[in-house]
């Protein structure tokens, strides 16, 4: 029983020094100053096996269609350069005030269709990435994930090249 009280205790005075925390100010938010390690890598950590463990049980549509990537390349553009930015490009104005900066999608190649897709349609909280799926069905999404994983064998000019042939293609 002692046991017990001492825990209820611990995790009270845990909670109390959560909320002086919280409503202290102590904690910068602002996106101009980057997060401290440990919170970066929490968040990072958190989100990473938050993906992965709700994109699991995604079916993976055949994304290898010429066809599907030029769309995906138009609506990339459309949707996602702004931030997300494309070969041959400098970064916006926008991707350069967002903290945590939008990843370089050409160098994160390791991430599965369905995850891409994941966060596609449902989006990051706290990051900038919105969630598309809230305004774009699975079959306008898709096309993106195609491109994606075309996007780390395009240079500036195989970009624009890609980006020529697909003009008219694409939902936007």
Not at 1 to 6: A, D, I, Q, S
Not at 15 to 22: G, T
Not at 33 to 62: K, N, Y
Request: charged share 20%.
């Amino acid at each position: 029983m002692e046991m017990l009280k001492n825990f209820v205790v611990f995790v009270l005075i845990g909670v109390i020094a959560a909320l002086v925390f919280a409503y202290s100010g102590l904690y910068n938010v602002a996106a101009s100053e980057p997060h401290s390690g440990v919170v970066a890598w929490f968040l990072s950590t958190v989100s990473e096996e938050s993906v992965e463990s709700r994109s699991a049980d995604i079916e993976v549509p055949d994304l290898s269609s010429l066809e599907m990537r030029l769309a995906g390349i138009s609506d990339y553009d459309e949707m996602c350069a702004e931030c997300h930015t494309p070969p041959g490009r400098r970064d916006s104005p926008m991707a350069q005030g967002l903290n945590p900066a939008p990843p370089d999608l050409a160098e994160h190649d390791d991430a599965s269709a369905a995850e891409l897709f994941w966060v596609t349609k449902h989006g990051i909280r706290m990051t900038g990435m919105p969630a598309w799926g809230a305004t774009h069905d699975d079959a306008d999404l898709w096309p993106v994930i195609a491109f994606l994983k075309d996007l780390p064998d395009l240079d500036g000019e195989g970009y624009q090249s890609m980006l020529h042939e697909a003009d008219g293609m694409g939902h936007h």
